[in-house]
């Protein structure tokens, strides 16, 4: 039997049984043909390939040249105005937003309804995150309290009850921790990890830093600590005794989903940094709340980008188009930038004193070669990158639920292939119910290789990628799915994000990246080696800082 009838087989047997369905179908439920989106791959293919491009035609000066509109791009054009720079433009890229991205579904006479195609929340700014908390208050998020322990944020954009619930053994439990019905030596190892964890969180090294810290260039720099970049997390806890398989499920979800890989990949450094290093605090909501938007971080893109037009006067800083060559000169540095003109491409060139690369490593490695003399060698220095897929399914109502907790904003299936699925609609304010709504399912691949999941993706047909797209959702929801999935639109990331793997705290090359002040400046959060929006952002600003 093939994987996908036995899911919807399964997810039908737990619906008849709990929501008292009848065993009779009227007809077979039409699988939506998907609509699929590879933002980034197509130009980047073209640099990787040295594809022929058109001559130049035409020139500008600008004192900055920010290559990229992601996080960290926008947080450097957004910093560089605060702190009064007229002099730069930031140029889109191939994905205007980048991981901070987002699209709008409808069908034929609906409501268009926001949904994200990355990244969807921010958690509380945590103590040394000041960047964060600077930018939240000027986009009109932080409300009062910029310096304070805990500050007030907007009650719009704080996320919404219930936050989420766990599909277990057919039936829907509250929060994302197994619990219910586990053995006393399971539940005995999850209290003691959670201690465990919360002495980390207030420790210090002898350097005065919190062990571990958002970003991360402000953790203690403590060998002992440092050291436990050496191993993996399910070494460490293996070590530590933590067998249950309940713990050991949770853990490794966490890791996949805001490192793109499991336990057995991910450094044990990082690993603990993901619990010990968060410590946010807000007066009106609780340390564990998140930011969050029907559109997910887009809405952080779209403020960053009206403060910076609201001080410029004006939005040509803001410019169509993607860097393909970066080459050092005398002064400053040259790009040539490329733009689709009607149907045909158009290159030209930009005459900059300083570019900020707010690009991936691996793309930035293709179109500079400066980028070989700095210290940094891709062959050796480049982190693995995860494949993701973010998927959007706009459905007709909502789904009759098995039985347990109801319809959260977050909502994981335990054991399931992907990471679960996020309503977009949760965090809009009305008195019914909406009449369609979006589901948003993500999955991080990490059962292949990246180089695996890379190559599977090319390969993959759309009936395939819908298969991944739905794994989860099927077993919510069985067929019911498909009969009231009106669209479905999939986004392929190749490379969405760096994975923490062991020896990235003390990466030559990335360190050397870090340290350089020439002409061409790096801001992206692969410096970090990982991806949240708090780090995209600080390197953004730090950019910015140098140069203002």
């Given amino acids: 039997m093939q994987r996908r009838t036995f899911l919807i087989g399964a997810g039908n047997a737990c ?33 990787r390939d040295g594809k022929a491009l058109p001559p130049p035609r035409g020139e500008q000066r600008v004192g900055v040249a920010i290559l990229g509109s992601g996080v960290a791009g926008m947080a450097c054009a957004w910093a560089l105005a605060r702190a009064g720079r007229r002099d730069f433009v930031v140029l889109q890229g191939p994905e205007y937003g980048g991981n ?35 930018l939240l208050a000027d986009v009109g998020l932080l409300l009062d309290g910029e310096h304070d322990p805990a500050s007030y944020y907007d009650e719009a954009a704080l996320l919404h009850a219930p936050k989420e619930r766990l599909l277990r053994a057919g039936r829907w439990e509250s929060d994302l921790l197994p ?43 403590e060998a002992e600590w440092r050291a436990l970049d050496r191993e993996t997390f399910a070494h460490w806890l293996d070590r530590r005794g933590y067998t249950a398989p309940s713990l050991r499920w949770y853990l490794d979800y966490c890791c996949r989903d805001d490192y793109g890989a499991s336990t057995h990949t991910v450094s044990a450094w990082a690993g603990l940094h993901y619990f010990a290093s968060r410590d946010g605090k ?26 910076t037009t609201r001080r410029l006067g004006h939005e040509r800083w803001l410019q169509p188009g993607f860097a393909a060559r970066v080459a050092d000169r005398a002064g400053g540095v040259d790009i040539v930038r490329v733009r689709h003109d009607g149907g045909a491409l158009a290159t030209d060139t930009i ?13 930035l490695a293709r179109i500079w070669p400066g980028l070989a003399g700095s210290g940094y060698d891709a062959a050796t220095h480049a982190s693995p990158h995860a494949a993701w897929l973010v ?109 923490p793997a062991p020896g990235y705290l003390d ?8 340290a350089m002040d020439g002409p061409v400046r790096i801001a992206h959060a692969d ?22």
Wanted: proline share 5%; with cysteine.
């Fill in 391 to 499: 998927s959007n399914f706009l459905v007709d109502g909502y789904a009759r639920e098995l039985p347990g907790e109801a319809l959260a904003w977050d909502n994981v299936v335990y054991g399931g292939r992907g990471l679960g699925y996020v309503v977009s609609t949760h965090q809009m304010l009305r008195v019914a119910p909406t009449a369609r709504t979006v589901l948003s399912a993500y999955q991080s691949l990490d059962r292949m290789s990246p180089q695996q999941a890379r190559a599977w993706l090319m390969r993959a047909t759309p009936e395939a990628l819908r298969e991944e797209a739905a794994s989860d959702l099927l077993q919510a929801y069985g067929d019911q799915l498909w009969r009231r999935t009106k669209r479905l639109s999939i986004t392929v990331r190749g490379h969405a994000m760096a994975v």
């Fill in 507 to 514: 990466n030559a090359g990335l360190a050397a990246l870090r």
């Fill in 527 to 548: 410096l970090s080696g990982y991806s949240i929006f708090e780090e995209a952002a600080w390197w953004g600003v730090r950019a910015a800082e140098g140069l203002a």
């Fill in 15 to 47: 619906l008849l049984g709990a929501a008292g369905f009848t065993a009779s179908r009227l007809h077979r439920a039409v699988e939506t043909t998907p609509e699929i989106a590879y933002p980034g791959m197509r130009e980047g293919h073209a640099l």
């Fill in 282 to 307: 807000a007066a009106n909501a609780a340390g564990d709340a998140v930011l969050t938007w029907p559109g997910g971080l887009s809405e952080l893109i779209a403020r960053m980008r009206a403060a």
């Fill in 100 to 134: 901070a991205t987002a699209a709008n579904l409808a069908a034929p006479g609906d409501d268009v309804l926001a949904c994200p195609l990355g990244a969807h929340y921010l958690p509380l700014p945590s103590t040394e995150s000041t960047h964060v908390r600077s």
């Fill in 351 to 363: 005459r900059a004193r300083h570019a900020v690369s707010a690009m991936p490593l691996h793309v």
């Fill in 179 to 221: 619990s219910q019905g586990l053995p006393p030596e399971a539940l005995q190892q999850q209290r003691r990890f959670f201690a465990e964890v919360a002495a980390l969180r207030v420790q210090r090294g002898r350097d005065g830093r919190r062990l571990f810290a958002i970003p991360i260039a402000l953790s203690s720099a």
